[in-house]
T-cell receptor
Framework: DVKVTQSSRYLVKRTGEKVFLECVQD?????MFWYRQDPGLGLRLIYF???????EKGDIPEGYSVSREKKERFSLILESASTNQTSMYLC?????????????FGSGTRLTVV | GQNIDQPTEMTATEGAIVQINCTYQ??????LFWYQQHAGEAPTFLSY??LDGLEEKGRFSSFLSRSKGYSYLLLKELQMKDSASYLC??????????WGAGTKLIIKP
């Protein structure tokens, strides 16, 4: 069964802390994505990556950075957490070349910044 | 700009049929997806349409009209477990998925 695994379901962090959210996929997918999901706003793309060591900004990259040192792992970093980054964070992956294939999502990390 | 519209919330009765509409305006079109998301969980893939017409998969069907920028998801024989949010997403000319805000479906006994 294909899997995207996010390291934590729930996190509580303090304002100003550096926060790492980890995502690992075992499907050998080339593409990986980080979204945040807030009520009424839908999924908003933060960063994505089409290959190892490659990253592209999404719609809302401010305050975030990413790292992709290995194909299976895509990390989201909140450099200095703020309360407006309290949200559900979803990681997803997809293969290149199979256009009928959507995204496979991880179970999400609900981050609260206090 | 790119935009996907779907109703915020719908209510239906167990055993009935419900249709969730999605209209879109995007830069190009390379397929439309429907996802189901139960509260507190990740979205899961339901259907994919790239050509006009109806795709049927068990109790769920999805319809696409590219000329009208319109799709719907049809759920038949509703069950309580169908209570969830349903997300419409369109793949644009850059092969990025553009997401609607989702429709929360409430099923009543």
């Amino acid at each position: 069964d294909v899997k995207v695994t996010q390291s934590s379901r729930y996190l509580v962090k303090r304002t100003g802390e550096k926060v790492f959210l980890e995502c690992v996929q075992d499907m050998d997918h080339e593409n990986m994505f980080w979204y945040r999901q807030d009520p009424g706003l839908g999924l908003r793309l933060i960063y994505f990556s089409y290959d190892v060591k490659m990253k592209e900004k999404g719609d809302i990259p401010e305050g975030y950075s990413v790292s992709r040192e290995k194909k299976e792992r895509f990390s989201l970093i909140l450099e200095s957490a703020s309360t407006n980054q309290t949200s559900m964070y979803l990681c997803a992956s997809s293969p290149t070349g199979r256009t009928y294939y959507g995204y496979t999502f991880g179970s999400g990390t609900r981050l609260t910044v206090v | 700009g790119q935009n996907i519209d779907q109703p915020t919330e719908m209510t239906a009765t167990e055993g009935a049929i419900v249709q969730i509409n999605c209209t879109y305006q995007t830069s190009g079109f390379n397929g439309l997806f429907w996802y189901q998301q139960h509260a507190g969980e990740a979205p899961t893939f339901l259907s994919y349409n790239v050509l006009d017409g109806l795709e049927e998969k068990g109790r769920f069907s999805s319809f696409l009209s590219r000329s009208k920028g319109y799709s719907y998801l049809l759920l038949k024989e509703l069950q309580m477990k169908d209570s969830a949010s349903y997300l419409c997403a369109v793949r644009d000319s850059n092969y990025q998925l553009i997401w609607g805000a989702g429709t929360k479906l409430i099923i009543k006994p």
